[in-house]
C-alpha cells in the first residue's frame, strides 16, 4: 500500500520541483541533474521531431509509475501516476519532460486527484499539440475510518482529453461472502435457522466512465461492501469477530449474487448520470475450499441495463 501522512503533518502548501517529489515524501537523496551547456542543445538535432522509419501512428506514448502527492479527504497521499498522448504518423516521439512537467506543475501545490487528472490532460494537450488525445491516470490507497482504526481501498482516477473529456473511476475493495449452495447443503442436515458454510475474501470491482464528474470513491466503496454477504474490518475484538460471521453466514451470497447487488445498488445511488455512462462490476473469490478463484463481472451502459431490466 502507498504511504499517507495527514495534511497538517506535511502541509499542503509545501512547494515541489520534478526533481523533488521523491525526496520531500519519500526521504530520499535526490541530487539536481547535470544541465549541458545551452549552445550544445542548439546544435543538437531534435530527435523526437524528426520523421519516423514507418509512419504508423501510436494510441498512446508516456511516461508511467510517478510519484505525484495528492489532497484526498484530509490526507496528503503519495500517488502513483501515468500520463501519456497520442503521437501522429509524421513524428518520431513525444517530447516526455513537457509530459513531466504538465503534471509536476500542477501538483504544486497538491490538490485533489480529480482536478488534477482533469487539468493534466488538458494541459498535455496543450503543451504538446501535435497529439489529438491524451491522458492522467492516478493510483492510490484511499484510508476510510472504521471504527477505531482505519482501512484502505484501492482507487485509481483517469481522465481522457480530445475533442471531449471523459473521466474514469476504478474502486477495489476486499468484502465477506460466505457460500449460500453449502449453507443449504448443511442447514437439510442440521436443520437449524444458521448454517455453517465457507466463507472468503472477495474483492469488489466497480468502474466508471462518464462524461460526467468523477463520482464519489468512498460511496463505491460503500455500494461494494454492501453487496457482500458482509464487511471486513481491520481492528476487532471477539465480540465484533462472532457478529461479522454470523451477518456473513445470515447473507450467504454468491459471486454472482454480488455483481447483481452491486449493479442494484449503484442504480440506485448513481441512476442519475449520463445514459452513455459505461460500468463494470466485479468480483473475485479467493476460495476457501478451492484450489482456484471464482469470477463473475458485467460491463454496461446505463441505458442498455435500464432498458435489459424494465423488459423482465
Known amino acids: 500500500m502507498l504511504s499517507f501522512i495527514r495534511a497538517h503533518v506535511t502541509p499542503a502548501k509545501m512547494l515541489f520541483s520534478p526533481y523533488m517529489i521523491e525526496r520531500v515524501l519519500l ?3 535526490v541530487p539536481s541533474p547535470m544541465r549541458l551547456p545551452e549552445e550544445l542543445l542548439e546544435r543538437a538535432r531534435d530527435i523526437h521531431s524528426e520523421a519516423p522509419s514507418h509512419r504508423i501512428k501510436l494510441d498512446r506514448v508516456g511516461s508511467f509509475g510517478l510519484k505525484v502527492p495528492v489532497e484526498f ?3 496528503l497521499l503519495l500517488a502513483e501516476a501515468d500520463v501519456w498522448v497520442s503521437l501522429p504518423e509524421g513524428r518520431r516521439g513525444v517530447d516526455l519532460s513537457r509530459q ?4 509536476y506543475e500542477l501538483s504544486n501545490p497538491p490538490k485533489d486527484p480529480f482536478s488534477l487528472c482533469r487539468e493534466a490532460a488538458i494541459s498535455l494537450l496543450e ?3 501535435y497529439a489529438d488525445s491524451s491522458g492522467v491516470s492516478i493510483r492510490f490507497d484511499a484510508p476510510l475510518q472504521d471504527g477505531e482504526s482505519l482501512k484502505y481501498y484501492g482507487v485509481e482516477i483517469s481522465s481522457i482529453a480530445s475533442d471531449e473529456i471523459i473521466n474514469k473511476i476504478r474502486v477495489e475493495i476486499l468484502g465477506m461472502t460466505a457460500c449460500p449452495c453449502t449453507a443449504e447443503l448443511i442447514r437439510a442436515y442440521k436443520s437449524s435457522e444458521i448454517a455453517a458454510t465457507h466463507t472468503q475474501r472477495s474483492l469488489g470491482i466497480l468502474e466508471v466512465s462518464t462524461k460526467a464528474e468523477h463520482p464519489d470513491p468512498d460511496k463505491l466503496a460503500s455500494i461494494i461492501e454492501r453487496a457482500m454477504s458482509s464487511p471486513l474490518r481491520t481492528y476487532t475484538k471477539r465480540p465484533d469477530e462472532g457478529g461479522l ?3 456473513s453466514l445470515s447473507n450467504a451470497r454468491l459471486a454472482e449474487d454480488v ?5 442494484h445498488l449503484f442504480l440506485e445511488e448513481f441512476g442519475h448520470l449520463p445514459e452513455d455512462t459505461r460500468i463494470l462490476a466485479a468480483v473475485r473469490s ?3 475450499v478451492h484450489m482456484h478463484d471464482i469470477y463473475a463481472e458485467r460491463s454496461f451502459r446505463l441505458d442498455e441495463i435500464r432498458k435489459e431490466i424494465s423488459s423482465h
Not at 513531466?100 to 503534471?103: D, G
Not at 455483481?259 to 449493479?263: D, G, K, N
Request: charged share 30%; hydrophobic share 45%; no cysteine.
Open 100 to 103: 513531466v512537467e504538465a503534471i
Open 127 to 129: 503543451k504538446l499539440n
Open 245 to 247: 460471521v454470523i451477518q
Open 27 to 29: 526521504g530520499s537523496r
Open 259 to 263: 455483481v447483481r447487488e452491486m449493479i
Open 286 to 288: 479467493m476460495e476457501s
Open 73 to 75: 479527504k484530509g490526507f
